[in-house]
């Protein structure tokens, strides 16, 4: 609630800095980001239709996005724009029309002088490069939330549920995550909980992801053995990406083999025998 009244989160200038230094202008690391569709939002539609029809889906959005002047149906269009407009796809521009309201996004005009029209155009070059700065990411994030939102919608409808644009939204919230202040830990929050755990969000929430599916629907159901065929796609994705690293906690695992081996005087180095 407190998060939900004040947005304000503590230690945002260090918070900003480590986004600047470790994600901001960097291509490579937006095209990472691009790969989450793949890793995330194919495993958790294979539990509606199954792997193929969802991969199906998925490659019939990107596909659709990347063809200039494409029209999607109107129910699909509809859907997509309400989405946008409450920043289900496009959440950047949210915090962009916030930070209009506060002030603190608009560009200054000077005040006519030599001195101040100077500052006036320092200060709005430097708004402008750090716009500039975060935008592969926020496109990348962007094609996801999209992607995602259209391949979900269609999939309901071949599927025949009843609200295709509740069951899109809910895939986009649950593939791409919340990263709103007020989902987060209370270990995460405060300016030391909140500096330590910048980058923690998606891994946290992947892993809630993995035990909800786990867990999807009734002992001996249907939903129950899609679910839990959905989070073996997802160990396969997470293979397929980063090799057998690349699973959860298999670096903890190697640490706590290899420290168990020296105690007993074997030099043990699991990393190298794995690879």
Known sequence: RDYTGDPQEEGQAIRGMLFAQYLGGSLASAFVNTTQPFTVTLPYLSQFGGIKKAGASLARAMKDMGTKGFKYDPELANALRHAEDDGVVSPQEIHQLMAQARGAGTLSGGDGTRLGNARAGASNAWERTKVAWGQPFAIAEQFNRRSTFIAAFRLAKQEGMKNPAGFARKAVLETQFLYSKANKPRWGRGAIGGTLMTFKTYSISYLELLNRTWNAGDPGSPERAAGRRAV????????????????????????????????????????????
């Not at 699973?247 to 007993?264: A, R, T, V």
Request: no cysteine.
């Open 232 to 275: 073996g796609w997802s160990l396969a994705m997470l293979l397929l990406m980063g090799g057998a690293g690349g699973l959860p906690f298999m670096e903890d695992l190697e640490d706590l083999i290899d420290g168990i081996g020296q105690l007993m005087g074997y030099n043990l180095q699991t990393k190298q025998w794995r690879k």
